[in-house]
């Protein structure tokens, strides 16, 4: 069985731009969530999806969205780009929200 | 809120040591409780997990037991390995009355293992 598949592993931007991450989960999971990585901040809740809703969000500005699709499919995309939105982007998924099985991460760096 | 405190090292330990990560939590619900392991420069993976007090998770040798009564989930390894070195979080999931906050993770634990 696959596990959670994230694209792009690693992406510059510049500042101001946007970019988009994508995201499989594993086959069969309707929730999909995203978490920010930072040695500062450590690891933090963006927002979670079940059946293409947006079923709650973390403390994080506008800047920050994402959607998913009728396959369970999910992108989340950050707008206007700061020097500290420099991060690992993790995208996990679960059945039911229950267990919570992660992928290896985008690798975000801002320039 | 809820929140999750652990030890952040870095705890530097020869190989077969007895390892030890404490883990506390605040939750305002009945948590599940869960570490993960992250290895360098990869995603995190479930290690265990415990849904309810008194449970214990285990897997490759680590165990941890939902101790609601000093809301704790202490991470044991009776023998360690110069592969386990990685960081280890701690991490809570209150979805107690329908809610779903996501996972609420503790700061990780910097794991070195000395040959």
């Known amino acids: 069985k696959a596990g959670v598949t994230q694209t792009p592993r690693y992406l510059i931007k510049t500042r101001g731009q946007q970019v988009t991450l994508s995201c499989s989960p594993i086959?069969?999971?309707?929730?999909v969530s995203w978490y920010q990585q930072t040695p500062g901040q450590g690891l933090q809740f963006l927002f979670e999806y079940f059946s293409e809703t947006q079923r709650n969000k973390g403390n994080f500005p506008g800047r920050f969205s994402g959607r998913q699709f009728s396959n369970s499919r999910s992108e989340m995309n950050v707008s206007t780009l700061e020097l500290g939105d420099s991060a690992l982007y993790l995208c996990?998924?679960?059945?039911?929200?229950?267990?919570?099985?992660f992928g290896e991460g985008s690798w975000l760096t801002v320039v | 809120g809820n929140s999750v405190t652990q030890m952040e090292g870095p705890v530097t330990l020869s190989e077969e040591a007895f390892l030890t990560i404490n883990c506390t939590y605040t939750a305002t619900g009945y948590p599940s409780l869960f570490w993960y392991v992250q290895y360098p420069g990869e995603g995190l993976q479930l290690l265990l997990k415990?849904?309810?007090?008194?449970d214990k998770g285990s897997n490759k040798g680590f165990e941890a037991t939902y101790r609601k009564e000093t809301t704790s989930f202490h991470l044991e390894k009776g023998s360690v390995q110069v592969s386990d070195s990685a960081v280890y979080f701690c991490?809570?999931?209150?979805?107690?009355?329908?809610?779903?906050?996501?996972?609420?993770f503790g700061k990780g634990t910097h794991l070195i293992i000395q040959p």
């Open positions: 086959s069969g999971h309707r929730s």
């Open positions: 415990a849904t309810k007090a008194d």
């Open positions: 996990a998924s679960s059945f039911q929200g229950d267990t919570i099985y």
């Open positions: 991490a809570l999931s209150d979805r107690t009355g329908g809610g779903a906050d996501g996972l609420t």
